[in-house]
C-alpha cells in the first residue's frame, strides 16, 4: 500500500512553498523559450532546405481563411474530420510561426513560401494524394533527428497550416482565386 504525504504551504516564511513557485515559474519560461528555439530550428532547417529556384511566391494573400472549407476541397470526405483534429491541435501554435517569419527579412519570407510551393507540387506532380502530400510534408519539414520528437512534429505541422491556411500550399477555395486575382 502506497503512503500518501500531503505538504501543506502556508506562510510567507515557508522556503519550500518559496521555491516551488520559482521552481514552477521557471518551468513555464524554459518551456516557452523551447518552443521559440524550436520553432527557430524549424525555420532555419527549412530555410537551409529550400530550393531558391522556385518561382516568388510572395504576392500570396497573407490573411487566413476558412480552414474548413479549403479542407473540403482537398481532402476527401472520409480525410476531413482527421485532418480539421489535425490541424486544430497544430492551430493553436499558428500565432507563434506567423510572428516568427513575419519578422525574417522578405527575402527569406518569399524563399519559404516558395519552397513549401515547390515542395507541394513536386509531390502532386509525382501523383501523391492530397493526404499523402500533406503527410510528406510534415516529414520533409521537420529534421530527420527531431521526428520523434512531438513538440518538434506539432510545430512541423503548425508551420504547414500556416502554409495551407494562407493560399501557398493546397487548392484555394473560390473566394481565394478571386482575392488573389485582385492583388
Known amino acids: 500500500m502506497t503512503e500518501r504525504k500531503t505538504q501543506k504551504i502556508e506562510g510567507d516564511g515557508n522556503v519550500q512553498a518559496q521555491n516551488y513557485i520559482a521552481n514552477q515559474y521557471n518551468s513555464f519560461v524554459n518551456d516557452d523559450l523551447t518552443e521559440l528555439t524550436i520553432v527557430d530550428?524549424?525555420?532555419?532547417?527549412?530555410?537551409?532546405?529550400?530550393?531558391?529556384?522556385?518561382?516568388?511566391?510572395?504576392?500570396?494573400?497573407?490573411?487566413?481563411?476558412?480552414?474548413?472549407?479549403?479542407i473540403s476541397i482537398n481532402f476527401k470526405p472520409e480525410e476531413q474530420a482527421g485532418i480539421k483534429t489535425l490541424f486544430t491541435y497544430a492551430f493553436s501554435k499558428i500565432s507563434l510561426i506567423e510572428e516568427r517569419i513575419g519578422n525574417m527579412d522578405s527575402d527569406d519570407q518569399a524563399c519559404l513560401h516558395s519552397h513549401f510551393l515547390g515542395m507541394y507540387l513536386e509531390n502532386k506532380a509525382n501523383g501523391l494524394t492530397p493526404l499523402q502530400n500533406l503527410t510528406e510534408l510534415f516529414k520533409k519539414t521537420t529534421p530527420a533527428n527531431r521526428s520523434s520528437d512531438p513538440k518538434y512534429t506539432s510545430f512541423a505541422q503548425s508551420i504547414i497550416l500556416f502554409f495551407f491556411d494562407d493560399c501557398t500550399i493546397f487548392e484555394k477555395t473560390p473566394e481565394e482565386v478571386i482575392q488573389l486575382k485582385l492583388l
Open 41 to 70: 530550428e524549424l525555420l532555419q532547417h527549412i530555410k537551409e532546405n529550400a530550393k531558391r529556384d522556385i518561382p516568388n511566391a510572395s504576392s500570396i494573400n497573407e490573411k487566413f481563411v476558412k480552414i474548413d472549407k479549403k
